[in-house]
């Protein structure tokens, strides 16, 4: 049963740590949101059609309109919001920093759950575990001396998104847990897509990006958001929330790596103090180190 998940593990984190290389490369000539809107609106068509594939019209269509508001709020607050934040941070830092900065979800999960889930406590190893990661993102913040204040607003942007990926996760868990994930996904890239698309048409670029820029929202929106759902929610239903959400601590290094070998972004103190205090804290809170979980729960991965 185990004899896929480390490929699967390996394919779904390096999928989602190139998603920040892929932002990078576009940037430069295509704006936050109108990149953002060609991602969902991509993701939207390769996921509906596999939908439409398994269910046909009739239940592809009854089965979304079940799903209601909720996921359109999803659509927002998972994928619009921050799509568009990390987007926008990576104008002002490298796709590495941009990693770090994201992957805090696990942390911000732990603190949401105290209001939001009563039997969830944050104490002991977990407490010190919260210190260290948001002392890895403020290391992050404040050891960008190039990049200036607009660095340090950039590594926050980020970490917003990490926010809204974690308001989600607990949102899904408690309001959208009898749904089919694909029926969610679907949906949620339908909605966000819907939300952008109107906001884009006052960032369209004065000239036709190149094919490098074009290509990379086009991976992102196929592989990095369709198919890197889909690999995710089958390693999830075949190996548990657990062992999916181990994705969430090789994502940043892989991401680092790419950033470094095919960007030539430099690998600073700032930022290798940065991971290791956020790995650290964020293996610490999320239960990985020390602390018994009593229950599973879905893991909110820092997909970009």
């Avoid at 969830?120 to 190039?146: D, T």
Wanted: proline content about 5%; overall charge positive.
């Amino acid at each position: 049963m185990t004899r896929g998940y480390v490929p699967l593990l390996l394919v779904v984190a390096a999928i989602w740590g190139a998603s920040f290389m892929l932002i990078k490369v576009a940037v430069d000539e295509i704006e936050p949101i109108p990149m953002m809107a060609l991602r969902l609106a991509l993701a939207a068509i390769v996921l509906f059609a596999l939908l439409l594939a398994r269910r046909g019209w009739r239940t592809a269509r009854r089965d979304l309109r079940g799903a209601g508001l909720g996921v359109v709020l999803l659509g927002f607050a998972n994928a619009a919001l921050p799509f568009t934040l990390i987007a926008w941070g990576e104008q002002h830092i490298d796709s590495s920093i941009a990693a770090i900065a994201n992957s805090p979800v696990p942390l911000f999960v732990a603190l949401l759950a105290v209001k939001f889930s009563p039997s969830e406590r944050v104490r002991g190893l977990r407490l010190v575990g919260i210190g260290l990661g948001f002392a890895g993102v403020a290391v992050l913040a404040g050891f960008n001396p190039e990049g200036g204040w607009w660095a340090v607003v950039g590594t926050l942007a980020v970490a917003g998104a990490a926010l809204c990926y974690a308001s989600s996760n607990l949102y899904t868990q408690v309001r959208l847990g009898g749904i089919d994930p694909l029926v969610i996904a679907t949906g949620s890239s339908i909605a966000g897509a819907l939300v952008l698309l109107p906001l884009s048409l006052f960032q369209i670029p004065d000239e036709v990006p190149s094919a490098e820029a074009l290509g990379s929202v086009v991976v992102l929106g196929i592989v990095g958001t369709a198919i890197a759902y889909l690999f995710f929610y089958r390693m999830l239903a075949a190996y548990g929330a657990s062992r999916a959400a181990l994705v969430t601590y090789l994502i940043p290094p892989i991401a680092l790596v790419y950033g470094i070998v095919l960007l030539d972004e430099r690998l600073t103190a700032g930022a290798l103090a940065g991971l290791v205090l956020t790995l650290a804290g964020v293996a610490l809170a999320s239960g990985l180190v020390g602390v018994a979980r009593k229950r599973e729960v879905v893991p909110a991965a820092p997909h970009a």
